[in-house]
């Protein structure tokens, strides 16, 4: 009914019963922003303090390359049972073979092959449900499966380097602003002492990985999780594989071998390189967790 009549109150939801809400001051405001044609005034910019020479020949000499996929698949027959297969790969180009790919647009696959011939890959797989390792849910399956994986990787150490800032020589952080975390089985929050990869929680002495200060899967049930687990782990680590390039060069002149495992070469690392990341460069969602202070 669109208005009171004989004794029947006014039905809300219809359009007359709309009044109301459209005469509140805060939905007027925003109807009026609404319907505004004009545009927004210019953005002010910084004024500019230098100038870059687009001419001058580059110091560039290699160039560091990193992407991730996934893919969830269910199995035909059981559609109750996911698997997520994740894959980030980096390769490090030299400039003269992007030059030489550039002046060869229809290059032999073997020609390709062997001007990357040093490509970090590593696929992790994930269950999401109906899948998980023996006398294990599908949640601690999946915790043990991304501590595997970031140990196999090497991406642990980075991820220690990172979350404890151990480019610093001094921990001279205020107590309350250090790394903490929740605890996996009681929710109390705790501290996490300085380069400890193992830890248990001081409430209930739950055992504890430095990777379970990701916190991916933390809030699955049991037995099954979101795809966004998938998704975090592959975020992860793209965020871990740049700084772990960061890290690695400066600090022991390493590279990549032929098996993606990294060897120590100072003569075959030249100076400037840069490192190209697939995405956003700001660290969002879990992968904010890993490089919450660089990103800073």
Same mark, same amino acid.
């Given at each position: 009914?669109?208005y &009171?009549?004989?004794g029947y109150p006014?039905e =809300?939801a219809?359009?007359? /019963?709309?009044l109301k809400?459209i005469?509140h001051?805060? %939905?007027?405001?925003? %109807?009026? =922003?609404?319907?505004?044609p @004009?545009?927004p005034p210019a953005?002010?910019y910084p004024?500019?303090?230098?100038?870059?020479?687009?001419?001058?020949?580059?110091?560039?000499?290699?160039?560091v390359?990193i992407? /991730? /996929?996934? &893919?969830?698949v269910p199995?035909?027959?059981?559609p109750?049972?996911q698997l997520?297969f994740?894959?980030?790969a980096?390769?490090?180009?030299k400039m003269?073979?992007?030059?030489?790919?550039r002046? #060869?647009?229809?290059?032999?696959p073997?020609?390709?092959? !062997?001007?990357?011939?040093d490509?970090w890959? #590593?696929?992790?797989v994930?269950?999401?449900?109906g899948?998980r390792l023996p !006398?294990m849910?599908?949640?601690?399956?999946i !915790?043990?499966? %991304?501590?595997a &994986?970031?140990?196999?990787?090497g991406?642990?150490?980075?991820l220690k380097f990172?979350v404890?800032? @151990?480019w610093?020589?001094t921990y001279d %952080?205020?107590e309350?602003?250090?790394?903490?975390?929740?605890?996996?089985?009681c929710?109390? @929050?705790?501290?996490?002492?300085r380069?400890?990869?193992? +830890?248990?929680?001081?409430a209930?002495? #739950?055992? #504890?990985?430095? $990777?379970d200060?990701?916190?991916?899967? &933390?809030?699955?049930?049991?037995? *099954?999780?979101? @795809?966004?687990a998938a998704s975090?782990?592959?975020?992860v680590m793209?965020t871990?594989?740049?700084?772990?390039? +960061?890290?690695?060069?400066?600090?022991?002149?390493?590279?990549l071998?032929?098996? /993606?495992?990294?060897r120590?070469?100072a003569a075959e690392i030249?100076?400037p390189?840069e490192? *190209?990341?697939?995405?956003p460069?700001?660290? !969002?969602?879990?992968s904010r $967790?890993? $490089?919450e202070?660089?990103?800073?």
């Amino acid at each position: 009914m669109a208005y &009171a009549k004989d004794g029947y109150p006014v039905e =809300q939801a219809s359009k007359i /019963g709309h009044l109301k809400l459209i005469n509140h001051p805060l %939905i007027t405001n925003l %109807i009026s =922003q609404f319907e505004e044609p @004009e545009l927004p005034p210019a953005t002010s910019y910084p004024h500019r303090t230098g100038t870059v020479d687009l001419g001058a020949e580059g110091r560039l000499e290699r160039v560091v390359t990193i992407d /991730g /996929g996934q &893919a969830t698949v269910p199995n035909a027959y059981r559609p109750e049972k996911q698997l997520s297969f994740i894959q980030v790969a980096a390769c490090m180009l030299k400039m003269q073979d992007l030059d030489y790919m550039r002046s #060869h647009p229809m290059l032999d696959p073997r020609e390709l092959a !062997r001007l990357t011939p040093d490509p970090w890959y #590593h696929p992790v797989v994930l269950p999401l449900a109906g899948v998980r390792l023996p !006398r294990m849910s599908v949640k601690e399956t999946i !915790r043990n499966l %991304i501590d595997a &994986a970031l140990t196999q990787t090497g991406l642990h150490e980075t991820l220690k380097f990172l979350v404890y800032r @151990e480019w610093r020589g001094t921990y001279d %952080i205020p107590e309350d602003k250090r790394p903490h975390m929740t605890c996996w089985k009681c929710n109390e @929050e705790f501290f996490l002492p300085r380069h400890a990869m193992s +830890l248990n929680c001081p409430a209930c002495s #739950h055992e #504890h990985r430095l $990777a379970d200060y990701l916190r991916i899967g &933390a809030d699955s049930a049991d037995d *099954w999780t979101k @795809e966004e687990a998938a998704s975090n782990l592959r975020d992860v680590m793209e965020t871990l594989t740049l700084f772990h390039f +960061l890290r690695v060069f400066p600090a022991q002149r390493a590279i990549l071998t032929r098996r /993606g495992q990294w060897r120590s070469h100072a003569a075959e690392i030249p100076q400037p390189c840069e490192l *190209w990341c697939q995405g956003p460069v700001a660290c !969002r969602a879990r992968s904010r $967790a890993c $490089a919450e202070h660089p990103n800073r």
